[in-house]
């Protein structure tokens, strides 16, 4: 299934099934680009990162896909499992912009048995 | 052994009160942030401190004040609580790589604070 996080969407899918969470960004001077997991009642817990001179990265099940023509980022998430139910952001930053991240505002992704 | 520790996990208090948060991280990073995420889950950030200098000072109000008192704490403190903070906070912890920024935040399991 796929999703566009604007206001906090909700993409339910089978488990088993691949996830894409879509991330639009606004900035075009952003180079630096992260997703985060929240768990409810946790904290947000890295998961995979990319800068703009790249278009793909893979991590262990996870893939993230940058378009810097459209400003667009997606996060593709592989046989997804229960434990993999959470709120996903993404965060962008530039080069010179200090540490501060701006965070997108979240997609719920709830796993279906 | 959590890496970034902050404390109370749950505050409730009345308006006009003032109240801290504090926290920890064991992590031995150089920069620490304090996050706020509202009731629909919007993160964002406040204040930022390399090693016990402040270097992020977003739009807060100056009831707000952070104090770290080594790299390894960073305490909040709220003057003067108003309904409009409520919130959960989050104390974060990174490391910069020879000054470049990582993105890898390392993130508390946050504060709820209610203000009645």
């Known amino acids: 299934g796929e999703s566009v996080g604007l206001h906090l969407p909700t993409l339910s899918v089978q488990e088993g099934d691949n996830s894409i969470i879509n991330c639009a960004y606004s900035?075009?001077?952003?180079?630096?680009f992260i997703w985060y997991k929240q768990e409810s009642g946790k904290g947000p817990q890295f998961i995979i990162d990319i800068r703009s001179n790249m278009d793909k990265r893979q991590g262990q099940r996870v893939t993230v896909l940058l378009n810097k023509t459209v400003k667009h980022l997606s996060l593709q998430i592989a046989a997804t499992q229960p434990g993999d139910s959470a709120v996903y952001f993404c965060?962008?930053?530039?080069?010179?912009?200090?540490?501060?991240?701006?965070f997108g505002t979240g997609t719920q992704l709830k796993v279906e048995l | 052994d959590t890496a970034v520790s902050q404390t109370p996990k749950y505050l409730v208090t009345q308006m006009g009160n003032d109240k801290s948060i504090k926290c920890e991280q064991n992590l031995g990073h150089d920069t620490m942030y304090w996050y706020k995420q509202d009731s629909k889950k919007f993160l964002k950030i406040m204040f930022s401190y390399n090693n016990k200098e402040l270097i992020i000072n977003e739009t807060v109000p100056n009831r707000f004040s952070p104090k770290s008192p080594d790299k390894a704490h960073l305490n909040l403190h709220i003057n003067s609580l108003e309904l409009g903070d409520s919130a959960v906070y989050f104390c974060?912890?990174?490391?910069?790589?020879?000054?470049?920024?990582?993105?890898?935040?390392?993130f508390g399991e946050g504060s709820r604070l209610t203000v009645l």
């Open positions: 974060a912890s990174s490391q910069t790589d020879r000054g470049r920024f990582t993105g890898e935040l390392f």
């Open positions: 965060a962008e930053t530039f080069t010179g912009g200090g540490n501060k991240l701006t």
């Open positions: 900035n075009s001077a952003s180079d630096y």
